[in-house]
């Protein structure tokens, strides 16, 4: 949850049903971009510090090892003004990438995804179970 001259952005994860983020991701994001359109899907861009140090990045960048981030993964953000809440996006993952940077500690993870449509152009498989 970021607070900002009274306006509130809360970001919702989670595998089915998201829930309110982590500390870990809402203290590592960095920014978030909303892309609505009224012809084709609406989709958004979240960047996460990501970069390592020695106590916490021995193994690896550790939003990586986060479940949270993978995709197809729900994403909904809310953004409240004057008290009033609103649905940004609710959405799924669709795309991770990583930038480690050039100097320690500079490393960026960025999320994109697209509106839940996206999940309704999915192959569908049908398959019989004999009783």
Known sequence: MINFL???LTLLIGPTVAVPAPPLLTEALHSVEVTH???GRSGFQLVFQAG???LTGLIDYPLLSLPLLRPFNRVVLI???QGI???LMDGVITHQQ???GSEPGTGQLTVT???VSVMMDLE???VEHPA
């Open 113 to 115: 995804g697209e509106d």
């Open 98 to 100: 990583l930038n480690p």
């Open 6 to 8: 009274g306006v509130q």
């Open 52 to 54: 390592r140090d020695a």
């Open 85 to 87: 809440p609103s649905v």
């Open 79 to 81: 953004v409240t003004f």
């Open 37 to 39: 359109s009224d012809e």
């Open 124 to 126: 569908e498989k049908s």
